[in-house]
C-alpha cells in the first residue's frame, strides 16, 4: 500500500462524528504518528479498563512501544489481547462568539488491533530505530543495551491495518446570528516547542543534533522577544 492510498474504514475506526473530518490515507496517519513521541493503550483486564501513556515510535508499517518484561500493560498486549492506540497533538483552542461553537484544533489517530512481539533478534535493532527518532545518529555515540538489558525489555509492535485520522483546523465556525455579538473570536494556536538544552555533560562538544534542538530554541525565543 502507497502512503496515498486509503485503508477502507472498518467498524470501529469510521468517524461518526464530523465524518468530513476524517482521514484514512497512510500519508496523513504517518505525519501524525511521526510528530508524537508518546501514545496511549487501552486496554481491559479483570481489574477493569485501563489507559496508559508510554513512548511510542514509527518504523514502516507498524507503530512501535516497549518497556519492562513486568509491565502489566505489555504482559497483557503481547498475550494478544485488543487494545486501542490513540495520539492527539492539540494545535489550538477556538474561541466562538457563542460558548457551545467553541472548538480545539487538533490532529489524532486511533488504531485499534492486537500488538505482537518483536523478536529477540530484532529488538536491538528496533530500539537503535527509537534512539534515532528521539536523536538522528545518537545511537552510534551512546552504549547500546547489553543482553541482559534486552532481555530484560519487551518490544511489541501494531500494524496500522485498522487505523484512523482526525484533523480539525481553521477559525470558529459561528451562526449567522451571533456574528454581530460584540465578543473577540478567533484562535489562540499551541504548539509543542523546543527549549534550550541542559547540559550534564559535553566530553566532546555539542553534537549536531543538540545544536540544532538549541539553534531552534533561539530562534523560537527571539521571535518572542522582537514580537
Known amino acids: 500500500m502507497t502512503t496515498a492510498e486509503a485503508t477502507p474504514p472498518s467498524q470501529r475506526t469510521r468517524v461518526r462524528r ?22 496511549h493503550v487501552a486496554f481491559a483486564d479483570d481489574h477493569g ?7 511510542c515510535w514509527r518504523e514502516g ?5 516497549h518497556g519492562s518484561n513486568g509491565s502489566r500493560m505489555l504482559k497483557l498486549a503481547a498475550s494478544g489481547a485488543q487494545v486501542c492506540v490513540t495520539i492527539t497533538h492539540l494545535d489550538g483552542l477556538v474561541l466562538a462568539r457563542s460558548a457551545f461553537n467553541h472548538s480545539m484544533n487538533y490532529r489524532s489517530a486511533v488504531i485499534y488491533g492486537m500488538f505482537e512481539v ?24 551512546v552504549r547500546p543495551g547489553d543482553p541482559n538489558e534486552l532481555a530484560a525489555t519487551t518490544v511489541l509492535r ?8 482526525k484533523i480539525s483546523t481553521g477559525g470558529p465556525k459561528d451562526d449567522e446570528a451571533d456574528m454581530a455579538l460584540p465578543v473577540w473570536a478567533g484562535v489562540l494556536p499551541l504548539a509543542l516547542q523546543p527549549q534550550m538544552p541542559v547540559v550534564d555533560a559535553a566530553p566532546t562538544g555539542t553534537p ?10 533561539s530562534a523560537r525565543t527571539l521571535v518572542e522577544v522582537t514580537s
Open 118 to 141: 518483536v523478536r529477540d533478534a530484532d529488538k536491538a535493532a528496533a530500539l537503535d530505530t527509537f534512539m534515532e527518532r528521539i536523536a538522528p545518529k545518537r545511537s552510534r555515540e
Open 49 to 55: 479498563v485501563h489507559c496508559m501513556p508510554t513512548a
Open 61 to 65: 508499517d507498524h507503530l512501535y512501544i
Open 208 to 217: 549536531d543534533y543538540v545544536q540544532q534542538w538549541q539553534d531552534a530554541a
Open 158 to 165: 501494531i500494524s496500522f491495518d485498522e487505523a484512523a485520522s
Open 18 to 39: 464530523l465524518a468530513q473530518l476524517g482521514h484514512f490515507d497512510r500519508a496523513t496517519l504517518y505525519a501524525i504518528v511521526d510528530a508524537a513521541y508518546v501514545c
